[in-house]
């Protein structure tokens, strides 16, 4: 089965600073990759995800990168505020109502 | 994108018994995923639920433990049975929104004493 590994655990930036997050995957049929913010105590909420036929995507702050041939993409987001302070989590999947598997996720700090 | 309303969400049960969760979709899906997510850690699939037919368990979870059911194309319930205190735990129900990726409830905070 699909197997997604996430770096750092944990990542504390100054506010206005980048944070990037990275991900790989282990099953070549995954085709979609859904980036997931929880805040303490609420529900995983979908930020930006990515389908396997585009490199890169992009809304406001937040990018996605994609490397089909490497089997790892990553979350960049560009300058930081206090309120992107949570848990992010990466996934992925074959898409067509098939299960989702995510990341361990990676708790980040963002220090005013 | 869908809207999933899930209950309870939260409760303290004794071990031993048994707690059904529910959620309730705004719109018709084909498939409902349960996971769980134990404190500070990932999101785990329990099981895939497609309406009509026996749910589909990942490895580690048994249908005896958590059995689900699935009676039409807008609702699913997870049950908790017979709990022990390494039960506790968030649960969450979620469904693919075609383009829109995927929703999740608002989770169930189980804890068993």
């Known amino acids: 089965g699909e197997n997604v590994e996430q770096h750092p655990s944990t990542l504390s930036v100054q506010e206005g600073d980048s944070a990037v997050i990275k991900c790989t995957y282990s099953d070549s049929a995954s085709n979609y990759f859904p980036w997931y913010k929880q805040e303490l105590g609420k529900r995983p909420q979908l930020i930006i995800d990515?389908?396997?036929?585009?490199g890169e995507k992009k809304d406001q702050r937040i990018a996605v990168t994609l490397n089909k041939t490497a089997k790892h993409f990553s979350l960049h987001i560009t300058e930081t505020q206090p309120e992107d302070s949570a848990v992010y989590f990466c996934?992925?999947?074959?898409?067509?109502?098939?299960?989702?598997?995510f990341g361990t996720g990676t708790k980040l700090q963002v220090i005013p | 994108s869908a809207v999933i309303s899930q209950k309870p969400s939260r409760d303290i049960c004794q071990r031993g018994t048994s707690l059904t969760i529910q959620c309730q979709v705004d719109s018709q899906v084909t498939m409902m995923f349960w996971y769980r997510q134990q404190p500070g850690q990932s999101l785990t699939l329990i099981a895939t639920?497609?309406?009509?037919?026996?749910?589909?368990?990942e490895s580690g979870f048994v249908i005896d433990k958590f059995p689900i059911s699935r009676p039409n194309l807008t609702f699913s319930t997870l049950t908790v049975s017979n709990m022990s205190p390494e039960d506790s735990s968030i649960y969450l129900c979620?469904?693919?929104?075609?383009?829109?990726?995927?929703?999740f409830g608002s989770g169930t905070r189980l804890t068993v004493v």
């Open positions: 979620s469904v693919e929104n075609n383009n829109y990726g995927y929703t």
């Open positions: 990515i389908r396997s036929n585009v």
């Open positions: 639920a497609n309406q009509g037919s026996e749910a589909t368990y």
């Open positions: 996934a992925a999947s074959t898409g067509g109502y098939q299960k989702v598997t």
